[in-house]
């Protein structure tokens, strides 16, 4: 938390989005690919960011020769020992009271203590949630944090987010509107857009549909759109995810994380699809020879590993989580994203933003009969005028 | 329902699959293309099936010249006047109140006077649900009914089905039970396959994952499927959903018509920007051209209208609800597996394990304490000796 401008990431006007030097703390013994992976991860990301340096965390004995085989590691990083690595069937709760001599715990600890400003990992998403939340805690306003994701789209930046993936299973309204503001707060800050487009995930766009914590939350989120910065699109459906209608799109985290999964693996389905197609005949091979440079470059447009990296939003520190079976070019995006983050400094503004929120969803919960008829305005943050913003 | 044997759809073996006449009843004002498309795909389904003939319901002055400019529908239609229309806007229960004099209504009302043997229509999904358990009942042992759809899979038989996909926006671990046998047998009926593979949607496959609800109906679910005719492979999540790890994927209508759209979403959006990438280049569009018949037949395979409808299980009738957008081949193909599904006779077989699976069911909450350690085994369905079932 270096500031609390929301500057876009990688705007070289903003303070933040120089050169500085930033640490970043990486578990390296999480993801499906092992250690192996995750060490070419870094030593890409070094090699490609000079201010970038990173605390690598695990066993010793297994990391050492992995990074003197990547010479771009050399000065750029530290190894920290740790002993035991969470797998992916530690349940979160066996981890958050036996899991202290784990390469995660130790990652995440270095954050708490200043040594690094983010932390990235590729393991077991609920320890890693539960083990964030324990040591860096919620931050004031957050009943239940955050995973967002990024989505390609037809929006105007290519990309929309989504949260929550996968933090947790359910949601009520005041947990939907302080997504909203996370949300937004980290699209404006990722993509230099002053004004994100909030919709709420529902099975219609008709006010009368959906459950009721869903239909609280659409009076809350479009009674805080003015202070918190987004305009509220309404309800959108899964079809509007990657449309050009909607940048961040509000949800549970159960639905969340199907959709998310949906469309992975629907993707996969289509590309493997293509594929087979255009093996099919003689024709259709020298076809996609010739067209192999605009089949490439859809490819990249759409591959995974370019958005690699949930972010947990809702905690007091920036933790990355990698998807479980990143390849070295998935770990080095993470990272990368993850130091973005860390720079941008739109921790402070989020907030501030989150306590004025969750003041006006518990007034409005208050105010009992007449909520949905009278949406509750919230005051204007205080902070707004003191730092002269004028977005 | 004219046999309760689980005949495959479409094996001329079967007593029920040959060209015995049937006829759908159609509403013919619903959907967003407007009657138009409606009629054309009447015309289709007739040219294309000698036994199935149909009515048109809907308002006589716009209907009569339409299907006068079909040749096919001579002989082969009976148009069923009706004034009013039920709208995309209107509230189910609106038009439960109000709708009698609508061509939806009318539609159903034949199904249920015994004068055609199955329903379509394009309109609101809601109200088409509504006016359908009021007119047709619920079946015994279904607390809510459900809509089940196909989708292109990895699978054996090139699908995969998803139930619920919008009927209802929740669903507790009974209901869950009654999607799996319900699910199971319209896919063994859709098919042939014996043993259909039911996967429960969820954030995870570990055990300890996902809501209670869920919990409970992954233990009542295992517990019936010998009595089910089903395998159960536990826990799935969206990725699975068009994998070959399973054929029936039970969910709630709240997450089921979420993964649904998101997977349309998605598959358009590949489709759209694979379509971008083959204008970028003149190399580009020439491979485009020459691999045209692969990149047509791939369009074919995933194409939404080939798999047009969602059938409503769970209610005495068979009702399919035909995309809003759907043309002439999409409506064509709907009418033609409504004229399936009622030949095909599952109805009763279905009926007969939904009874039984609603009694452990219950017995399974009475059970307390030990229910998840020893998950209730429900009695020999009467049913199985006395129709000599070899399966």
Redesign the interface.
């Known amino acids: 938390m270096t500031t609390d401008q929301d500057t876009p990431l990688g705007d070289p006007s903003g303070q933040s989005a120089g050169q500085e030097q930033v640490v970043i703390s990486v578990d390296a013994m999480g993801g499906d690919r092992g250690p192996e992976a995750v060490v070419a991860g870094c030593a890409r990301t070094v090699s490609e960011n000079a201010h970038i340096s990173l605390l690598i965390h695990g066993d010793e004995a297994i990391l050492k020769p992995l990074i003197a085989r990547q010479p771009a590691l050399a000065g750029r990083c530290t190894l920290v020992h740790a002993d035991g690595v969470v797998t992916m ?1 530690d ?1 979160p709760s066996h981890v958050m009271r036996h899991g202290k001599a784990t390469s995660m715990w130790s990652a995440i600890s270095a954050l708490k203590s200043g040594t690094a400003q983010a932390v990235v990992s590729c393991g077991n998403t609920g320890a890693l949630m539960a083990v964030s939340m324990l040591q860096l805690r919620r931050m004031k306003g957050v009943n239940r944090p955050a995973i967002a994701c990024l989505w ?3 929006g105007p930046h290519g990309f929309s987010t989504m949260l929550d993936v ?1 933090a947790d ?2 949601a009520e309204a005041e947990d939907l509107l302080a997504y909203a503001i996370m949300g937004a707060t980290y699209f404006r800050n990722g993509f230099g857009d002053a004004l994100p487009r909030v919709g709420l ?1 529902n ?1 219609g766009t ?1 006010d ?4 009721a914590e869903i239909k609280a939350a659409h009076e809350l989120i479009a009674a805080n759109q003015d202070f918190g910065r987004y305009t509220y699109v309404g309800f959108v ?7 050009a209608r909607v940048d961040v799109i509000v ?1 549970d ?3 969340g ?18 594929r ?3 093996k ?2 003689f ?2 091979m ?10 490439k ?2 490819s990249a ?2 591959d995974p590993r370019r958005v690699n990296g949930g972010v947990f939003l809702g905690l007091n520190g920036t933790v990355v989580k990698s998807h479980g079976s990143a390849d070295a070019m998935g770990v080095a995006a993470a990272i990368a994203l993850a130091a973005k983050l860390a720079q941008s400094g739109y921790h402070g503004r989020m907030a501030e933003r989150l306590v004025i929120a969750a003041k006006a969803a518990q007034d409005a919960a208050q105010d009992a009969s007449p909520a949905s008829a009278h949406p509750t305005t919230p005051q204007t943050p205080p902070g707004a005028a003191q730092n002269g913003e004028t977005e």
Request: a positive charge.
């Open positions: 069937d349940k390609p789209s037809r996968g299973i359910k995930l099975v008709e009368h549909k959906g459950r459906e899964g079809s509007d995810i990657p449309s949800t985290g159960f639905t994380n199907i959709a998310l999964k949906t469309g992975e693996g629907t993707a996969r389905l289509v590309g493997d699809m293509l087979e197609s255009f099919s005949s024709l259709a020298l076809g996609a020879g010739l067209a192999s440079g605009a089949l470059r859809l447009r759409i």
